[in-house]
């Protein structure tokens, strides 16, 4: 009997709890996207500003470390938009957004087109800065256009962060922020023309010759940095009353037949039932202390994707590392204190969110956190009846 309800609770399990906070990961991922995505442009605004091809490089070369990383966290972005097909994405994003909704209302889709479209124009930026010649006509147009284009980049700066889902931003703000980003283009843009004229006029006194490569390039690249400009401002709802046509709910699209879902199920089913043994069965509970951590092991491990339970067990042994690590370090500060201990907690729970910020340290942190709590706050109960010590190193060692 309790092995039929531990398959009941494992097929719940797989159906409904895992694929809950996929919603919550991809707008993670797509925050992370966007603010890495703008010091890549501010990156590539620099090495277009640049005095030689040596500094130029430099700075594309850290874009390109830049573009390596959002390209790793938009990869496994895609695995995680089959999960949120069977889940209330949008609700949970009025939930959470609420002060957002009537002003920044994309869904999640929405946003992943946003970061790969933003992400294409500004590689494109950075193949253009690739060809510049840095030569005199070039040197001459950046010194006209230096003080706009940073002041372009400053503007569309300020404009992505309100974009953040994390960010507090109000109506006024965002119209704000977005005024001011037009306006900067539209000085680079006029900036441009004039500069574009008086070289002209100063060629045709000398009887110098232009090559049209480093005319085009320089066109080029600032219809990329108008073309960003229109990506922003048209991908953001800014109408309160603008209707967003809503997919009617139904309980078919949340319990239809599903193959992946369904072996999926099945091999939770599976693997619920291995670590089971070691649990219910008396005698094999008996030779396996502490049996029902390989359970809860199991359960938290387990993926969809070929490869996935073995990462994200790397992942907790690595979570469970340091966070025992940090655990020993607050009985050795507070012994059976609870509120020294309580203290010595708290740095550690701010340090881990502030790193759960980050897509590829997510779960890992998670673990750390939760690791020093189950140790040291499971310790005070029995303090009096087993020394803290021994205790502190036996939850270690589990």
């Known amino acids: 009997e309790l092995f039929k309800i531990g398959m009941l609770i494992s097929i719940c399990i797989s159906l409904l709890i895992f694929p809950l906070f996929a919603t919550f990961d991809i707008e993670n991922r797509v925050n992370y996207c966007l603010s890495h995505l703008q010091q890549m442009y501010h990156l590539v605004i620099e ?10 490089n430099i700075l594309l070369s850290r874009a390109h470390i830049i573009e390596k990383m959002i390209r790793k966290t938009m990869i496994t972005t ?3 938009f089959s999960d949120t097909i069977y889940e209330p994405s949008r609700l949970l994003q009025i939930i959470f957004n609420r002060r957002r909704r009537f002003i920044i209302d994309l869904t999640i889709q929405k946003q992943e087109d946003l970061t790969t479209s933003l992400m294409l124009n500004i590689c494109s930026l950075k193949l253009l800065v ?29 404009f992505i962060s309100c974009l953040i889902p994390h960010s507090s931003i109000t109506r006024y703000e965002l119209l704000n922020n977005l005024t001011n980003l037009q306006l900067s283009f ?27 490569e480093d005319h085009l390039l320089h066109s080029f690249f600032l219809f990329q ?4 400009v229109r990506l922003l401002t048209k991908s953001i709802l800014i109408n ?25 199920a099945l091999k939770t089913i599976i693997i619920i039932g291995v670590g089971s ?3 219910i069965i008396p005698n094999i509970a008996k030779k396996i202390e502490h049996g029902q951590w390989i359970l809860i092991a199991l359960c938290m491990t387990q993926g969809d994707t070929v490869g996935g339970a073995f990462t994200t067990i790397k992942m907790r042994l690595i979570g469970t590392l340091f966070g025992a690590m940090w655990a020993y370090v607050t009985y050795l500060s507070a012994g059976n204190d609870l509120f020294r201990t309580i203290i010595m907690l708290c740095p550690w729970m701010f340090f881990c969110g502030y790193m759960k910020l980050y897509p590829q340290w997510g779960y890992t942190v998670t673990i750390a956190a939760l690791t020093p709590i189950i140790v040291n706050l499971g310790r005070l109960p029995f303090a009096d009846l087993l020394p803290a010590e021994n205790y502190v190193l036996l939850r270690i060692q589990q």
């Open 240 to 264: 309160k009353n603008t209707k967003i046509h809503k997919r009617k709910f139904s309980f078919k699209n949340y319990f239809k037949f599903d193959w992946s879902r369904f072996i999926f």
């Open 225 to 228: 940095l108008g073309s960003i």
């Open 78 to 80: 895609q695995s995680r």
């Open 277 to 279: 043994i070691f649990v």
């Open 47 to 56: 090495a277009f500003l640049s005095e030689d091809h040596i500094t130029a």
């Open 186 to 212: 539209d000085t680079v843009r006029s900036s441009y023309i004039e500069t574009r004229l008086h070289l002209i006029k100063d060629t045709f006194q000398s009887s110098k010759i232009i090559q049209s």
């Open 130 to 158: 690739k060809q510049c010649s840095f030569n005199k006509y070039h040197y001459d147009c950046i010194n006209q256009l230096k003080t706009s284009l940073l002041n372009l980049s400053s503007s569309q700066s300020l």
